[in-house]
């Protein structure tokens, strides 16, 4: 339960990381973060500590007591959008090449897809962005250590290293808890929630 995922927003409610619940009930008692209930209201830990907990909620034992589990939590003082390049991961190749296979095109789940070197390492390739893609497990036995002209095989997209990008990239298959879907179509939850003039 501690290990599970919580949405972090800056102070203006962008989605800036993923972080684990331990870590976010640091950050809480911390005072570094307040966690962001349903109603879109925000409790330091003391406070959140305090809320009655329905059937219905996640919750925690603690010692003496049961606890509701935040899953969206939103920094104090960090109002700015990470600058740094996108790290290099096999989640984030995963979320650059859309879960595709880069030689047949077809989507896979994430455990029905490698990662493949363009120019395999036994010649020479290196693992950089510009030469891993995602390949499903036919297309990679069939490339083997070879490259793609040798195997026969066109790349869909050329690999190549993201831009940083303004806020974080979760795409649907990721929101694991329905409180993270209003952050991260954010710009939609804007539209909709805007207070409109008279």
Known sequence: ??????????????????????????????GV????????????????????VATHDETIGLVGRVMRVPRV???????????????????????RDKHMCQYCGKKFQRNNLNLDHVIPRSQGGLTTWENVVTS??????????LTPKEAGMKLIHHPFRPASVPFIDISQHMVRYNAWKPFINFVDFSYWNVELEP
């Open 1 to 30: 339960m501690l290990a599970s995922n919580v949405l972090v927003l800056n102070k203006s409610y962008f989605p800036v990381h993923i972080t684990t619940l331990r870590r976010a009930f640091v950050m809480l008692y911390q």
């Open 33 to 52: 973060a307040k966690a962001i209930d349903h109603e879109y209201k925000t409790f330091d830990f003391h406070s959140w500590s305090e809320l009655s």
């Open 136 to 145: 499903c497990l036919d297309c990679n036995g069939k490339k083997g250590g």
């Open 73 to 95: 939590v939103v920094l104090v003082t960090y109002d700015r959008l990470p600058k740094k390049g996108v790290k290099f991961s096999r989640l984030n190749i995963l979320l």
